[in-house]
Antibody, heavy 121, light 109 residues
Framework: QVQLVQSGAEVKKPGDSVKVSCEAPGYTFSRYYLHWVRQAPGQRLEWMGIIDPSGGYTSYTQRLQGRLRMTRDTSTNTVYMELSSLRSEDTAMYYC??????????????WGRGTLVTVSS | EIVMTQSPATLSVSPGESATLSCRASQSVSSNLAWYQQKPGQAPRLLIHDASTRATGIPARFSGSGSGTEFTLSISSLQSEDFAVYYCQQYNNWPPLITFGQGTRLEIK
């Protein structure tokens, strides 16, 4: 079955780091880019960054540069999103989503169910 | 950054009627625009990409139009399952600098 399977909810303290996984069974891993999109409570969707599962290329939104890192493991068809120096404003649902490899077809035809990250002291 | 602005914030429509949702970009995005539907507790679902192409499995009552800076999502013969929040998203950049609108809540009148 084509799906994106995300890791479970996380509760972190300010200053901590969080690492969320997204496994992509059911389709050819290299044929789609993977993105991370987050949604704070009551807020619009915010694109965070992209990773090319094939070559490992990444690009991040400028506002998260220096705190965000995306990696992939081609042996398990899994991508990871790590966000450091967490703040309360990082409390959000974090989604992974795939887009076709055509440029600039950065629309998301498959989404994970989301991982809730709560940052609280 | 390209700012996406949706209107109205909330739209109240009766089942069986039609709805028109608008999305404006702060600069031209050509036809690189998508629409999503999001229901409470769920991930967004792709409805339309490239401004007017319906995604796989999306009913024909959903249609998209526009190019440049002005876009519209039209939904005809509203069904109960259509009441949700709708987001537009532009993807006109390399490297990607993707932005979303703030959403339009479509509610039952």
């Amino acid at each position: 079955q084509v799906q994106l399977v995300q890791s479970g909810a996380e509760v972190k303290k300010p200053g901590d780091s969080v690492k969320v996984s997204c496994e992509a069974p059911g389709y050819t891993f290299s044929r789609y880019y993977l993105h991370w999109v987050r949604q704070a409570p009551g807020q619009r969707l915010e694109w965070m960054g992209i990773i090319d599962p094939s070559g490992g290329y990444t690009s991040y939104t400028q506002r998260l540069q220096g705190r965000l890192r995306m990696t992939r493991d081609t042996s398990t068809n899994t991508v990871y999103m790590e966000l450091s120096s967490l703040r309360s404003e990082d409390t959000a649902m974090y989604y992974c989503a795939r887009s076709p490899v055509t440029i600039p077809a950065w629309y998301f035809d498959l989404w994970g169910r989301g991982t809730l990250v709560t940052v609280s002291s | 950054e390209i700012v996406m602005t949706q209107s109205p914030a909330t739209l109240s429509v009766s089942p069986g009627e039609s709805a028109t949702l608008s999305c404006r970009a702060s600069q031209s995005v050509s036809s690189n625009l998508a629409w999503y539907q999001q229901k409470p507790g769920q991930a967004p679902r792709l409805l339309i990409h490239d401004a007017s192409t319906r995604a796989t499995g999306i009913p024909a009552r959903f249609s998209g139009s526009g190019s440049g800076t002005e876009f519209t999502l039209s939904i005809s013969s509203l069904q109960s399952e259509d009441f949700a929040v709708y987001y537009c998203q532009q993807y006109n950049n390399w490297p990607p600098l993707i932005t979303f609108g703030q959403g339009t809540r479509l509610e039952i009148k």
